[in-house]
């Protein structure tokens, strides 16, 4: 049975735990603007879903969890974050799995993502728990990206530095794309900070 959107217990899932190797240095807590850019990630997730609003750290996590306190969510430490993006996926979703209906996994290192295209995701959803709802940039769908709950079984079990897309390809899943071109930007390097 679909699940209403607008009563739907959605969990925002801002993935911060990688050692940033190309970057050179603990990239999530670089400012843009003044602003930490794990921070960003932050502020635009828990404008959307409030206290249901999950950091995971791993690598330098006092610094990266330090750069966006005070939390109006919850703190997650995967100490496996070496194993990849897959893992502290994996970690997120078993913690919220049983009180979520959907979740939306975002990237800390995107820092054009806003608040806004978050709502966006939301709202495109029609609640079908088959229905997964990614953004479209650059020719390609990817992050932030609402996983129903179907999804979940999935989620849990990845592994790796793949992340989530082999679930985008999977035919159980329809997906739906909401476009979003500045999402295509996300800082790897210091050219890609320049670039901003």
Not at 40 to 45: E, G, I, S, W, Y
Not at 54 to 76: E, K, N, Q
Not at 164 to 191: G, K, N, Q
């Amino acid at each position: 049975m679909p699940t209403d959107p607008r009563a739907a217990r959605i969990f925002a899932l801002v993935l911060a735990a990688g050692a940033a190797r190309r970057y050179g240095a603990t990239k999530q807590t670089i400012e843009i603007d003044g602003v930490p850019l794990v921070n960003l990630a932050v502020t635009a997730a828990t404008g959307v879903c409030g206290e249901r609003t999950i950091l995971v750290t791993g690598h330098d996590w006092r610094a990266v969890s330090g750069a966006c306190m005070p939390l109006a969510g919850f703190l997650l430490r995967n100490d496996d974050f070496a194993a990849g993006l897959g893992g502290s996926i994996a970690l997120a979703v078993r913690c919220v799995r049983h009180a979520a209906d959907a979740v939306l996994v975002v990237l800390a290192d995107q820092p054009r993502v806003t608040g806004a295209h978050l709502q966006d995701l939301i709202r495109a959803w029609s609640g079908a728990e088959d229905e997964i709802v990614a953004t479209a940039f650059a020719g390609t769908a990817g992050p932030p990206v609402l996983f129903p709950r179907a999804a979940f079984d999935g989620l849990a079990s990845l592994t790796g530095d793949v992340g989530a897309r082999p679930l985008l390809s999977d035919p159980r899943y329809t997906v739906r794309t909401v476009s979003f071109e500045p999402a295509a930007l996300d800082v790897d390097t210091p050219a890609d900070l320049d670039r901003l």
